[in-house]
């Protein structure tokens, strides 16, 4: 080769092409949470299994107990590359706030330049798509594919993926490459693409808490009768102490203090914490008080309650006392955390102060350790050339307070680590209402993987 | 006269009709709290206005900014009784724990003898039901109502009545009576009548405190974004010490120890603490660890949480750090315990523990203090010995855990104490799944109130 240029161009004249297949694959509404989309999650794996099969790919939708997985393998050369990529999407409560359809994909003009607002344009729809329109344009200019690929995509990400290991475990020499590629984290800021070489784990927990066997009338019972929802607001209330560390025994077993290069490094990017805070109206950080807000969100474990939800909560009044409380709650983990050791300490921290009339039980999320790159391997140094080449600022290796568990699994089962580069910004929204991708995050992400494949092929 | 005899005949042989008439009143699904019932709200007044209009009364309907009230008058006699009941009843969630449609209304016969199955069975279309059946028997028999009478009700109990008090206060000298009448309380047990004479006032709040300004994905922002979930739990864990006692600065003001012939009284009832909880699937009594299980629902103050939500609450896993999160929590009142002052406390005690990036708002339930009713007047002596005619047991004085804000208005407003005699038993489910109201409650409710209107015409 190399013909690079001719492909870029291609990629910049067919832009509208592009975009006009984002739409098409936003509008199908892939929610993998709740059982209701399950249907629309089957169209979206059948819409990328064409899509695929349109570019050359030998491609098919492979069904499992859960939604679809979509493989398609293409391409020859030394080296064996499987892209991850998940077609479903969050659910879009509370939809109120949304300005437009979440599943209209619109282009608005906004102070950060032009932005595709839709449900799953970031997350992961329009991050996964440009990989694949890479892939097209090289097919388009050169009649092949750029490199040997697998593309892999699931469609239960956001779901807890509980079909993803028994599939990978089953279709592990299918599966089986050189290198993994990743494209679901973001960019360190708009014109600063990033490699991010450290994710957070995860642990995720459903507690019920059963007091009385039925409602009852607060003014009848109310006193003597204990009340799930008080046992359950002040069992999650221990779980921080007043400097916001967990309480959890044993928690910060395999939590490292951060290398000191890292650090320097970290603290080389000149994070604008205040900024980063009052985007979303918040002031002051809330985290472990001797980390900067970077290292609690890229090298210190958290917990979130996500969810809570017991007794009356519509409109007005009713002084019930209730049978049942409710709340979910997600630890995020670094280092050598292990999750299930975690699962077993919260079962015991929690069945451990539970008034004698009190029963709780659990439903665990699939938990998922953090992850660590080897960033000396020379494919993360091409990637981060390729990357540099493209944007304005140079590549920087970043952490990710998010969890990809298919990373770890990737290396758990399949022994590879992954290049993990993504378009996403600060503000994208993802998880909430009015998502959006940055129309130059697609252009130039496009741009990217083809740098980067043609740089590691 | 008199003919009481002739009366009590004529509700024993008319009870099959008084049965239907109540089935008719239950099947209209007069929810006031839910405003998609507004309309059967209406026709619950309508209802009641035909059955008093049938029965003699000059009755009828009155609209409010709110659900109608229902007004009639009619009878002669030295002395005017004011009768209240309500209309409306609570919401029927969790719907799927009923095991029959709730607003078809069902005998059935059960260990505890015939049940009649509804929301609304009890609390309180059944009740007041008792006391209208009545009168129409003297009708019926007399050709004219036992004593000078106005009966009055109102649709919005179950809803914190927002216009009782304008309501009350606009229509003082038609409502003005020598004493009031009230059928919303319960019996001692199946066997024994009792008169309620002392009832706990009510605060209720609803809190929602807001953090983020608006849901964030916790991956990205877990750590150093304030959790507005975690900030309510922690709040509401410091409602109660270990002891059980509420924490509020000045709450047990006005709380005075019980005088100890009082005390004796409810000793001697030998209160069965164990089968009280049993009931329930509960075996420790939660409140005050110095009072008696009795105490503590009569003459103790409680707090309970009847309501919380926040976040993530539906199917499978959302890793949402959300922006706001509610509670609904609601105070029992005793003695002289001022609802404003305590509602003033508690907006001081929720807002001096916020974190500095979060905020609270509150919507207050309008509060009612205590009540404590004059045993010495001679109606409480008639009427005691009315109900002790018509029981295998002596009536006896009790508390009454649950707040009937209206005995406060009426005291304040229209300066009368209220006579309250109920038939409800505590199994009766009110306010949860399966309500009923055994069908002897019903027949001997209607036959005590026509000895004691005989009593005291």
């Known amino acids: 080769m190399s013909n690079l240029n001719a492909v870029l161009n291609q990629i910049d004249e067919n832009l509208d092409a592009s975009v006009d297949r984002l739409f098409d694959f936003l509008r ?145 020499d299918r599966l089986k490459a050189d290198l993994a590629m990743v494209c679901d984290t973001g960019m360190w800021d708009a014109t600063t693409p990033s490699i991010s070489t450290m994710l957070r784990g995860m642990v995720g927990a459903e507690i019920t808490i059963t007091g009385p066997d039925r409602d009852l ?35 910060y077993e395999g939590v490292d203090p951060l290398p000191a290069d890292i650090k320097k490094q970290w603290d080389s ?46 409109e007005g009044f009713k002084t019930v006392l209730p049978s049942q409380a409710m709340a979910k709650i997600s630890f995020r983990l670094v280092g050598r955390q292990d999750p299930i050791a975690i699962e077993e300490e919260l079962k015991r921290f929690i069945e451990s102060r539970l008034p004698e009339d009190c029963s709780a039980s659990f439903v665990f999320k699939n938990g998922s350790a953090a992850t660590v790159m080897p960033v000396d391997a020379p494919e993360f140094g091409k990637a981060q050339q390729a990357l540099t080449d493209e944007w304005p600022n140079p590549a920087v290796y970043a952490g990710c307070g998010g969890s990809i568990p298919v990373v770890g699994h990737i290396k758990d089962i399949l022994d590879m680590d992954s290049l993990l580069i993504g378009f996403g910004l600060d503000d994208d929204a993802i998880h909430s209402p009015n998502e959006k991708y940055n129309l130059s995050s697609f252009h130039k992400g496009i741009r990217s993987w083809a740098r980067v494949l043609d740089a590691l092929s």
């Open 28 to 172: 199908i509404q892939s929610i993998s949470t709740d059982p209701a989309y399950q249907s629309q999650c089957q169209q979206a794996a059948d819409w990328l299994t064409a899509e695929l099969t349109n570019i050359g790919f030998d491609a098919q939708r492979e069904d499992t107990p859960g939604h679809p997985m979509v493989i398609g393998k293409g391409g020859q050369g030394d080296k064996h590359y499987l892209f991850y990529g998940h077609y479903d999407v969050q659910p879009v409560d509370p939809i109120e706030l949304w300005t437009s359809d979440p599943f209209d994909p619109q282009k608005e003009n906004t102070e950060g330049g032009v932005v595709i607002r839709a449900r799953g344009a970031a997350d992961d729809k329009g991050q996964l798509m440009t990989f694949v329109e890479a892939c097209r344009a090289f097919k388009q200019v050169n009649g092949e594919l750029p490199a040997k690929l697998t593309l892999f995509f699931e469609g239960e990400e956001e779901s807890g993926s509980p079909s993803l290991v028994p599939y990978m475990e089953s279709n592990r």
């Open 217 to 251: 009338h607060s003014g009848m019972y109310g006193g003597p009768a204990m009340n799930p929802i008080r046992v359950l607001t002040r069992i999650l209330s221990e779980l921080h102490d007043d400097e916001n560390r967990i309480t959890l025994p044993g928690f």
């Open 269 to 314: 990017l000149n994070h604008d914490d205040a900024a980063f805070l009052q985007e979303v109206g918040l002031s002051v950080p809330a985290g472990e008080k001797e980390a900067s807000v970077l290292e609690q969100i890229w090298a210190r474990p958290s917990l979130d309650i996500n969810g809570i939800n017991g007794g009356y909560t519509g």
